[in-house]
């Protein structure tokens, strides 16, 4: 076998492309980006509501009024706009990717808020002088453009590796900090701009989560994420207590409400049938159409086992084993329609899939057998109750007082502990490394002596039933179960969700799912348009990112290009840790 | 009852040969670039949808009566606008991504048909429900009397048979017999050695997507001539239709596309009548048909010959 | 200045480079053979310069003019014409039609008529059987057919990759008189072959490709003599 030299990258790349020319004053471009950033957040925005919100709450010159007391996006941007003449003027490594990331959230972040006040403050008219001006928005994005165009202009150098060991009660005690910030900046996200549709809460969260957004890219860049991540994998189950111990302290922050326990219980259900499905096509590669049929099977089980008047069994079990029952149906279900993977590959696959998904559908809207309601669907399904307390009631645990949706929610946050549970055992197993050989080429696989057919609907079957398992769940949350909610969209937002995460992750699963449910419900002004957007959105990601949010590092460049550095950073590893098993 | 047999007969055969003409976009595409362009349904809903429109808004009332004028307009409008967005679909969507695994494209398929269903919903005066559709043909029926009782057969479905019907012979003329149908099956046999005969794949592709679109568009006219009535979501079903009938007459097979297209016409109106269920589970048995096939027989009815993909 | 000058020629497929340096040029009227073991990137170096590939550096001229950075299509058009390797038929297709598209980018039907029948003269057993689809022909006659086929867009330069292989070796003699034949009416073969021998016996100016580099060049003859070539590729390590 021949081995072939893959040449290093330098530590500065030689700038190449369309921005060559610009190289001598990458460093002057990037200081001028920051610059007129910081300056752009002095200027006045405009005299719309969007001021008056808890982002910022002022139209004058700012610097006139509170020269250090700016908040809200203003500060967001005039903290990148410092740290990006830090970065540019220090001697720190990977500095240009950073500013891009950094530039990029300047853009973001200018482009909604000028979009807002343009559009919410009496169309381009609001650009005007006269009407207190939207041009901060406009100098902080040409500073913006300037950082990205600065950073470019320079190369963008590889993400660095850092390799520092600390004492390891530092390291843990470093994680437990992680973990809090993580938690606070999950709160503050899912809470920022207030419920959605009331006045500027969908621009108020977009800016926001553009600046989390950017700051995280930014430490991504770095390489400081990734020594985090190594943290945690050297501490490994510490940090998945601690991380199950922050979800469950959720309720105590400012997210600690009715509305949000409730959105983050619908996020939850969605998470946990998204990490199954991950299974089936982010393992497996086996693409699923039809997967939300599942999730459904498993909520009409438990609708008709809860004791709701449209059932039509008359059985009433308590809410433990009708969750195991559902995720049992749901999974001989899920077999039924891995079979065909025995003789269909690839893209006949995923219509087979489709078809099943279809035949549920068309079934459940005929009341099949009486068991699904058809279009009166099963109403009225009493909340879950153990030990004499009714789940969707607030709770008081001595002087602490926890909103309704409370219970739900920790009940949710356990489901998909289990299912993480179950994800990573599997994924690290032999049946996982069975399931990985047959995505990358099953013919091999076979070759290799993995019993494929058993195998392929083994991942059906266990997809299946965690999403049987999250429908149970569901059922009694919504109260509810139509057959309207387990549409071919609804698989196509699940597989989206999947994707936009990064396939074959857990994180990038959560992740995709939080995203994809809670936009629509920050953005309800664009209600009309959520699925357009959506469709777009996909053709976006695909084209752009589709690896997705994280990208699996064990999992071959299949979708993505092969420049893009964590891949390649991780293929390395992975390619290095085998040498190592070899030797 | 015979009659009642031969009625369904020939709504499946009607409702069939519509299909046909969509799946002919399906087959052609597929076996150009083996992509499953599942935004081809909503390309048919687009044209029909956008013949509406040009009806609507463009047409003198006095034009509007007049069905032979009135009808080729349509057919050409539905035609030219399916066209337009097939074109944008290849361009923006579909070629950044050719030579990406096949995962990329299938998923960003999905997202442009949901993106063109909503831009019709979002953007077309009242899209949300149905919106009535004219018909423009010959209205009525020819009863024909079979035994005890008799055969309907409307003019429109008579119109839609024999429209497809050409339409499918005229594509089949020309991929097999013209340069550039030469080039169709030069570029889906083997697209590098294509282009060394100094054949531009890109062109050859966006070709096929014309002439799917411009199929879908005229059947999408035709559709709603038939039924009177159109909403968004006939892409996506008569979409899914099309795509199992282009399985079953062999994907990449013009001829195996209309055979496969009369077959599920026949199992949906048949299968309503006769089989358990009723109409509420037609669809059901297209589905059964669909996994079947793709089971037990994924190369189709028609064999390896004859057929356009590598 | 040569009529195909290919300079410092660096292809990668991703990460691997193929071919790192490749340099030679060919001559107005004269065959020139590329030989070297295999994945030494000959197939790559022909790949390129008919416009499959894209180069990372160096340059392709013909007739003085770039066009390496010219699209597959186009580059037909100035008269390349390439007979890949494998034969890459078009297998469904009857032997008339892929006759034809050789000649896609003609359109006058005078000419192309007489074409064909040129071909047919040239290997009579296609013009037995023009009717019939090229999958069912026999290694030789599908390769006569890839011939014929680059042959009908009237080539100025042919470029032939391997076309000895897995022929026997009356077929293979018939292949090469044939390409002497061709030089002999004006055109210029651009030829890839493992089988050094027959190739460099027929060459005017041969080059040897090893590692992605240019190593050795010179006639046809000068090769043939030369020991480390003898030693390289003609010696008995050469099964064909």
Known sequence: MTTIEKPRPAAVPEPTGRLAGLAPHARTLRVLGGVLTVVGTYLPWATFVLNDGPYPEQSTLEFFTVPYGVTGFRLHLLLFGIAAIVLALAAVPAKGRMIRALGVGVIAISVVNGLYIVGEGGGLGAITVADGVAFGAIVALIGGVLLVVGANAGGIEPQPVWNWRLNPWVERALLVVVVVVLLLLVAAVLTSGGQGGSGYAGGVFLSFLAAVGAAIAALSASGLLAWVTALTERHRLYSVALLLAAALLLPLTSAGTEYWMTVAATIGVYAATAIGLNIVVGLAGLLDLGYVAFLGIGAFVAANLSGAAASTIGITLPFPLVMVIAAIIAGIFGAIVGSPTLRVRGDYLAIVTLAFGEIFVRSAQNNIGGLTGGSNAIPNIPPVSLFGTDFNEGVEIGALELPPGFLYYVLIVLIISAVMVVFANLKFSRLGRAWIAIREDEDAARAMGIRTGPIKILAFLIGAMLAGLAGAFYAHKLGTVSYESFRFLESVTLLAAVILGGMGTIPGAVLGASVLFVLPEKLREFSEYRLLLFGIALVLIMRFRPQGIVPDAHRRAELAPETDPAIVAAEEKVAAEAKGEKS | ?310 | MSFLQVTDLTVAYGAIQAVRGVTFSVERGQIVSLIGSNGAGKTTTLRTISGLLRPVAGTVLLDGKPIHALPAHEILGLGVAHSPEGRRLFARMTVEENLRLGAYTRSDEPGILADLDRVYDLFPVLGERRRNKAGLFSGGEQQMLAIGRALMSRPKLLMLDEPSMGLSPIMTQKIFSTVRELRSEGTTVLLVEQNALAALALSDHAYVIDLGRTTLSGTGHELLADPRVQEAYLGEGVAN
């Open chain 2, 1 to 310: 009852m015979l009659s009642t047999f031969l009625s369904q007969v020939v709504n499946g055969l009607i409702l069939g040969s519509l299909i046909g003409l969509i799946a002919l976009g399906y087959t052609m595409v597929y076996g150009i670039i083996q992509l499953i362009n599942f935004a081809h349904g909503e390309i048919f809903m687009v044209g029909s949808y956008g013949g509406l429109a040009m009806f609507t808004y463009l047409l003198p009332t006095a034009i509007q009566n007049q069905w032979w004028f009135a009808l080729p307009l349509l057919l050409i409008a539905g035609a030219a606008i399916a066209v337009v967005v097939a074109v944008l679909m290849e361009r923006f969507a579909y070629r950044p991504l050719r030579n990406a695994p096949r995962l990329a494209p299938l998923i960003t398929a999905l997202g442009v048909s949901v993106a063109l269903q909503e831009a019709v919903r979002v953007f077309y005066p009242n899209a949300t429900a149905a919106v009535p559709f004219p018909k423009v043909f010959v209205e009525g029926t020819l009863a024909i009397p079979i035994g005890d009782g008799i055969v309907p057969i409307r003019y429109t479905g008579m119109l839609i048979i024999v429209v497809s019907l050409l339409l499918a012979f005229a594509l089949n003329t020309f991929v097999n017999n013209s340069r550039m149908g030469r080039a169709m099956r030069a570029t889906s046999q083997d697209r590098d050695v294509a282009r060394l005969m100094g054949i531009n794949p890109d062109r050859v592709i966006v070709l096929t997507f014309v002439l799917g679109a411009a199929l879908a568009g005229v059947a999408g006219i035709l559709y709603g001539a038939d039924l009177g009535l159109i909403n968004i979501n006939i892409g996506l079903q008569n979409g899914l239709f099309a795509f199992t009938a282009a399985v079953l007459g062999g994907i990449g097979n013009i001829k195996g596309a209309v055979a496969g297209g009369l077959v599920i016409g026949l199992v949906k109106t048949l299968g309503g009548q006769y089989l358990p269920g009723g109409t509420p589970y037609d669809y059901v048995w297209i589905f059964v048909v669909l996994i079947a096939v793709l089971v037990f027989r994924p190369q189709g009815f028609f064999g390896e010959t004859e057929r356009v993909r590598a």
